[in-house]
C-alpha cells in the first residue's frame, strides 16, 4: 500500500491508525491507545527507531538541483519520506512524528533545540503534553541518529534519572532556563584536550548534546522552521545514516564509518571501501532508495575532488 498525503493537511486518525497495522506491525493501535498511552507512545519511539531510518543523503541530493529551484519538502513529502522508510533529518522524522501523535489524538508540538557536539547546529525535537496528568510535558525525539527509545518526562526538578538506551548513556538537567541533554558513557564523541569555551559544557563524565527551552512551533510549511533547516552547506555533505533493529545501532558516519552493536552494548567500528559502504546500505538500510545512496555519494565524491 502507498501512502502519501496529497495536502499538507493533518493526517486523520483512520489514516494513522492503518498505517501503523499494516506497515509497521503493530496490533489493535486504538486499544493500545485507550488502555495506556504513555506505554503506547514507547512502543510508537522505539519502532520508529527501526523503520525510519535517520539519513541526511536527501540533503545531499539538493546539490544536484540548481540554487534558484531548490526547496524544502512539503508536509506531504515528509510524510511520505517517513512512511516509505526511506527517512531523512531530525526535521523531516520529528515533524512527521508530530504529526502522527496528533492524529492519533496527543497533544504534540515541535520545539527547536541547539546541538553542541562541534558547532552550534539546529535540531528539532517532539514535545507531549498531558500524558499521563495535566500539565505535564515529555520529550520526543526520533531524529536524533542516535538513541532515545522512550518519552521522557520534564517534569524533574534538577536532573533526570539516568537512561540506557542501546550503547549510550544520557540524562538531562536543567540549568538557567534550559534543558540540557547530557551524554555519559557511550558518547560517540571524542573529548577535546581543552574544551572550546561556550561550546562545550562538561561535567565529569557528562557532556552536553544539546539544549533547548520549551516553545511552541505551529509550522504549516518548513520555511516557518527557518535556520532550523539550512542548505547552505549541501555541496560537501557527508553521507550519513543510523537505525535501530531490534534496538541494536548500525551508524554510518563519515561517508565510509560502519559501527555496529556488538552484543555487550557496545560499538564495532570498521572503515568501508568506496563500494562497500553501497552494499551496506543494501544490507543494513533497505528501506532508503538505492537511487537515493548512489546520487549521494556521486555528489559527495564530486566533492572531494
Known amino acids: 500500500m502507498s501512502y502519501k498525503t496529497e495536502t499538507g493537511n493533518m493526517l486523520t486518525k483512520t489514516e494513522a491508525i492503518e498505517f501503523l497495522q499494516i506497515e509497521w506491525k503493530i496490533e489493535n493501535v486504538e486499544q493500545q491507545l485507550q488502555n495506556d498511552r504513555e506505554k503506547f507512545l514507547n512502543k510508537l519511539i522505539f519502532t520508529a527507531h527501526e523503520m525510519v531510518p535517520f539519513q541526511m543523503l536527501f540533503i545531499g541530493k539538493l546539490a544536484l538541483i540548481p540554487p534558484e529551484e531548490r526547496k524544502v519538502p512539503s508536509m506531504a513529502e515528509i510524510d511520505h519520506m517517513c512512511m516509505s522508510g526511506n527517512g531523512g533529518n531530525c526535521v523531516v522524522i520529528n515533524m512527521f ?27 528539532l525535537i517532539v514535545i507531549v503534553k498531558d500524558l499521563v496528568i495535566t500539565g505535564d510535558l515529555h520529550l520526543v525525539d526520533c531524529g536524533l541518529g542516535l538513541p532515545s527509545f522512550r518519552a521522557i518526562s520534564l517534569n524533574f526538578n534538577e536532573e533526570s534519572p539516568v537512561y540506557r538506551d542501546s550503547f549510550l548513556q544520557y540524562k538531562f538537567i536543567k540549568l538557567d532556563g534550559k534543558v540540557l541533554r547530557m551524554h555519559g558513557d557511550g558518547d560517540v564523541v571524542v ?4 574544551p572550546i569555551e561556550d561550546l562545550d559544557f562538561i561535567c565529569g563524565k557528562w557532556r552536553r548534546f544539546y539544549e533547548f527551552t520549551i516553545e511552541t512551533l505551529e509550522c504549516e510549511n518548513l520555511e516557518d522552521l ?18 535501530f533493529p531490534g534496538g541494536k545501532a548500525v551508524l554510518l558516519n563519515e561517508g565510509n564509518i560502519l559501527s555496529i552493536e ?13 563500494k562497500e559502504a553501497l552494499q551496506v546500505f543494501k544490507h543494513y538500510f533497505p528501506s532508503i532508495s538505492e537511487d537515493l545512496v548512489q546520487q549521494a555519494y556521486s555528489t559527495w565524491q564530486k566533492s572531494r575532488l
Open 191 to 194: 573529548r577535546k584536550d581543552r
Open 262 to 274: 556488538q552484543e555487550d552494548k557496545t560499538l564495532k567500528t570498521v572503515t568501508l571501501q568506496s
Open 97 to 123: 512524528m508530530s504529526r502522527l501523535l496528533k492524529a492519533l489524538g496527543y497533544s504534540a508540538f515541535v520545539c527547536r533545540a541547539t546541538v553542541t557536539s562541534y558547532v552550534f547546529n539546529s535540531h
Open 226 to 243: 527557518g535556520p532550523v533547516f539550512s542548505l547552505a552547506y549541501l555541496p560537501k555533505l557527508k553521507p550519513r545514516a543510523a537505525r
